[in-house]
Each structure stands twice: as structure tokens, then as C-alpha cells.
């Protein structure tokens, strides 16, 4: 049978009591011995008690045995040479007990039980005058620095030992991102440097001539891109003859107007190198719309539902005199009947977007397309018109350029904007009454080149 065996390791002698009262002038203690769990459990002498408590004894005497170790807060006193005497300074030479009043530096806190500094972060020693960092601790090409036992970080990296970034997202010019995990900038193709300040261009191609302040190309007017290389297209005719197998859909346009580019619908089919600025296939998009609206535009031009290029957009490409354009009228109906025609020296001026064509389009039986040469743009909460009883863009539920609100022999203005019912849009007194499908197409006149003014 396993037996222990339990020896009391320290009695306080209490040598004088009287009325009452007691003094205590001796502290004993015990040396005994178990098994210690550090050192594969081989037996040792023990003195299970802290260092403040060990520097109190005034003896030593022997103690008894343990066959197995005590659980404990601390860790006890082992030894292979054990100490028994009743001299006090003896015990306390042992146990080095001497009178501690260190002086702990760098903001280390002095504690008397045992007698230490503990230190500050980075430093060591007794007295915490040694910097325990080294120079492998410095992430970041950060460098120590010995006389404050600190990392002397770049300045876009902090902490105690650079590892953390020192960066913020408003740090990063010229529209960059921040990385935070390389604590850097992705900038633009454009700039570099840690926050996206340094012009990384060095030049321009085909005569270019690069603004450092702004590390930018300006590019003579055939060329484009970031450093002059991607031969511009003016508009849908520059696309088609630079590749007759274009085909019919979004393109991004660079004129005087739009140098950062405009996306405009070309038809490289029917009448090859032409914007269509109006698009119309069905009664899903309405083009019952207000003056802000037909100004800006409305619809997708990659989707087969139509739109409305904006009569901001075409003002800007068209006014210009210098170059001279034309407009295209096509309708069809739901069979097989189709009809279109072509007006000369279009553009439209003004802020109300006035329309300037030579002549109208006839479609018989009196049908006029384009006859109010002069008059400006109207919708249903701008009145334009000029007749003072009537709205016309209110009427036919579409804004337009009117000569008149009563098409046909009246001399009106068939609005090619009107509201989509059911059979089409009316177009009387043409023939047929109702067409369901309009396209309204610009172009440049034969022989007009396009001019580019950075």
C-alpha cells in the first residue's frame, strides 16, 4: 500500500505570553524533501516557501518526506545542500537576503518580493538599463536604435517594431489605393511612390509633351492614351474606316467636345460611320419625358429597348461650324414597307438647342419631317413652341421641334418623339398612318473632316 507521509515545514515559537499577549520572536523552518516534477521527480530538499517568506527564518532544522509533490502557487526552493542553523545571518547570506533598494530605469516598477525591476517593454536586466531588442526586430528596413532601445521606423511604417502601417486612405494622391497589408499605394499606371506623388512616366510617344505637375500626356490630335499611342477615333466614321468589318453597336468617341471620350451607338451596317441619337423599337422606353431628361439623355444604348443620345451631346458635336454634318430619317412599319431620307448641314445651337437643317423631309400626302429650321427644342414643361394656345410636346406626349402642332397639310411637324401606342408611332398622313420602328442617325458630310483641339 502507498503510504505518505506529511511534515509540517514551519512552526512559529511563540517564547513569551502574558495577559493576554503574545509576541512572536522566532520564525522555524524546514528543510524536508520530495520529489521534484522539474527533474523527472527525483528526490531533493524542499523549502516550500516564497523568498520573502524563506529571508523571515530564524532557524533551520531538519523536516520529513513527501512521496509525491503538493500542488502550489509558486514555484518552492530546491536544493541538493540544504542549510540547518539557528544564526540568522547565515540564513540570510543563504537565501541572499540582502537589503534590496535597486533603481529600476526606463519605467521598469521595483518589486520587493523577491527583490526585482521589472521592466518596460525592450528592456532588460536588473535594473533595466539593457535594451533587449537586436537588430533582426526592426521589420520594415526599420533601424535600432540603442540609446532609446527603439525601432527607428521609414515614416509610412509605427509601432514598436515598424510593423504597423502608419498609412491612412486620404494619403493616397492622385485617386490611389491603399494596401494595407504592404502599407503602399496602388496608384494608376501614371504615378508612383509610396502614396502615388511621383510621376512614373518619362516621356510621350508621336511628339507628345509631358506636363510633370500633372504627369500627363498632351497628345497631338490623331493620338491618345496615357502616353500617346492609341490612335484616336474622332467619332463612328474614324472606327469604320479604320476597320471596314466593324460592326453596329457601343463605341467610345474622342472629339473637341469629348476628350475623355463619349459612348455613342454607330451603325457600321445601313449607313456605315453614323451616331444614332434616336432609337426607337417598341413602346418600352417612353419618351415621354421632361426637358432635363431629353437635355441629358435616356436610355441604354447597349440594349435593344432604344434611346435618346441627349440634345447636350449632340449640340456639343455638332455646332461647330467648321465641320458639317447630316441627319438620316429611317422609319418602317411592322411589314415590309420601309422609308428614309437624308437633310444636309444639320446641327443644333443655343441652349434650347435651336435645330438648323436645309430643306424638310417630304413623306407625301403632305408629311413633313424637319421643317421647323430655326425653332428651338420643346417639351411638355418647356414650351418652345410659339403658339401661344397650344403645347406641342404636351399633345403628342413627346418632346420635339415644332412648326406647328397639326401635322401633315396643315404644314405641322410629324414628331418622330410622339407617344408609342399599340399600332406604332403616327406619322399621319404618311403612308402607312403608324410606324413601330424610327432611327434618327447624324453623320459628317462627304469630304468633312473632323477637327481635335486638346
Known amino acids: 500500500m502507498h503510504s505518505t507521509q506529511w511534515v509540517s515545514f514551519i512552526t512559529a515559537v511563540v517564547i513569551a505570553s502574558w495577559y493576554g499577549f503574545a509576541s512572536v520572536t522566532a520564525f ?112 520594415n528596413d526599420g533601424s535600432l536604435n540603442y540609446a532609446t532601445c527603439t525601432c527607428d521606423c521609414p515614416w509610412y511604417w509605427k509601432g514598436n517594431t515598424c510593423t504597423e502601417c502608419a498609412l491612412q486612405t486620404n494619403d493616397c494622391a492622385h485617386d490611389g489605393s491603399l494596401n494595407d497589408a504592404a502599407c ?31 504627369c500627363t500626356c498632351t497628345c497631338l490630335k490623331q493620338w491618345m492614351g496615357i502616353t500617346c499611342t492609341e490612335t484616336r477615333h474622332y467619332d463612328c466614321q474614324d472606327y469604320f474606316k479604320a476597320n471596314s468589318d466593324s460592326t453596329t453597336g457601343v463605341y467610345t468617341i474622342y472629339t473637341s467636345k469629348y476628350p475623355q471620350g463619349l459612348d455613342v451607338y454607330c451603325d457600321m451596317n445601313w449607313w456605315s460611320g453614323s451616331i444614332v441619337i434616336q432609337r426607337r423599337s417598341s413602346g418600352d422606353l417612353k419618351f415621354t419625358r421632361g426637358w432635363d431628361e431629353y437635355r441629358d439623355g435616356f436610355g441604354d444604348l447597349s440594349s435593344t429597348g ?63 419631317f424637319f421643317s421647323a429650321h430655326g425653332k428651338p427644342f420643346s417639351t411638355h414643361d418647356r414650351d418652345n413652341d410659339g403658339d401661344d394656345r397650344k403645347n406641342c410636346a404636351e399633345e403628342s406626349n413627346g418632346g420635339w421641334w415644332f412648326d406647328g402642332c397639326d401635322a401633315g397639310s396643315n404644314g405641322g411637324e410629324i414628331n418622330l418623339n410622339a407617344e408609342y401606342i399599340s399600332d406604332g408611332i403616327s406619322i399621319a398622313p404618311c403612308e402607312p398612318l403608324y410606324y413601330r420602328n424610327t432611327r434618327l442617325k447624324i453623320k459628317r458630310m462627304s469630304g468633312e473632316t473632323q477637327t481635335f483641339t486638346p
Request: proline share 4%.
Open 306 to 368: 432604344g434611346h435618346w443620345l441627349g440634345n447636350e451631346k449632340v449640340r456639343k458635336l455638332t455646332e461647330d461650324q467648321n465641320t458639317k454634318w447630316e441627319i438620316q430619317v429611317k422609319v418602317w412599319d411592322s411589314g415590309t414597307h420601309q422609308w428614309s431620307d437624308i437633310i444636309s448641314n444639320f446641327r443644333l445651337s443655343g441652349e434650347n438647342y435651336t435645330l438648323h437643317v436645309d430643306g424638310s423631309v417630304d413623306c407625301g400626302n403632305g408629311g413633313v
Open 184 to 214: 503602399t499605394c496602388d496608384c494608376p499606371r501614371n504615378w508612383k511612390g509610396i502614396t502615388c506623388t511621383e510621376c512614373a512616366l518619362t516621356g510621350c510617344e508621336n511628339n507628345g509633351t509631358l506636363d510633370a505637375a500633372t
Open 28 to 139: 522555524s523552518c524546514s528543510f524536508g524533501r520530495e520529489p521534484n516534477p522539474k527533474e523527472n521527480g527525483i528526490l531533493r530538499w524542499v523549502m516550500p516557501l516564497n523568498h520573502r517568506l524563506r529571508c523571515q527564518c530564524t532557524s533551520i532544522y531538519p523536516g520529513g518526506m513527501n512521496t509525491y509533490t503538493p500542488e502550489r502557487g509558486f514555484d518552492p526552493f530546491y536544493t541538493d545542500h540544504p542549510l540547518f542553523t539557528d544564526l540568522k545571518i547565515e540564513i540570510d547570506n543563504y537565501f541572499e537576503c540582502e537589503n534590496c533598494s535597486l533603481t529600476c530605469a526606463h519605467g521598469g516598477r521595483f518589486i520587493d518580493d523577491p527583490c526585482h525591476c521589472s521592466c518596460a517593454q525592450n528592456w532588460a536586466g536588473k535594473t533595466c538599463t539593457e535594451c533587449a531588442l537586436t537588430t533582426q526586430d526592426c521589420a
